[in-house]
């Protein structure tokens, strides 16, 4: 897949599309969303922006959520990306293979170089988990890989 500019990237959503969220991933042609989406209407509303590219979370168990894989490989720009919610469920090692492991789960934005390796998580976009920062992130493809950025939303507290 070819994309011109930033790849979005939100995770731990749980059913919470924030508008803030979509607008810090404006003028993204793809979203990669890894997980706990949270219901059957995020997907679509994200869809709407740009291609995306999602896979369920643990809180993803309803039947809506069966078309959504736990995992996923892709390709953008010539750079792979792996797609696992639960970092610490990945059962392959990255090196060599991948230029980026985008993960969510822990609501914990991560933007990490390990080995060549992105090590990235978005942080979550949907309701605030203690006191994490509500976040959303862009990942860049370059000639020697990928690089990412955490965008800290801010929003109305009451939601």
């Not at 078309?67 to 490989?73: D, G, L, M, T, W």
């Not at 953008?76 to 789960?105: Q, S």
């Not at 920062?133 to 990412?148: D, E, F, N, S």
């Amino acid at each position: 897949m070819k994309v011109s500019g930033d790849i979005g990237v939100i995770s731990d959503t749980h059913a919470l599309l924030r508008p803030e969220a979509v607008r810090a991933l404006d003028g993204c042609e793809l979203i990669l969303h890894a997980g706990d989406i949270g219901n059957s209407r995020v997907i679509p509303a994200l869809k709407e922006r740009a291609a995306v590219v999602a896979i369920r979370g643990n809180i993803d168990k309803d039947p809506w959520a069966d078309e959504y894989p736990i995992s996923e490989a892709i390709e953008v720009n010539g750079k792979f990306i792996y797609l696992i919610h639960n970092i610490g469920e990945l059962d392959l090692d990255p090196f060599g293979t991948f230029d980026a492991v985008v993960f969510g789960h822990s609501h914990q934005p991560k933007n990490e170089q390990k080995n060549g390796v992105l090590y990235f998580n978005p942080g979550s976009a949907g309701p605030r988990r203690f006191s994490l920062p509500i976040a959303v992130g862009r990942l860049t493809t370059h000639k020697h890989g990928i690089t990412g950025k955490i965008i800290e939303l801010s929003v109305d507290q009451s939601a």
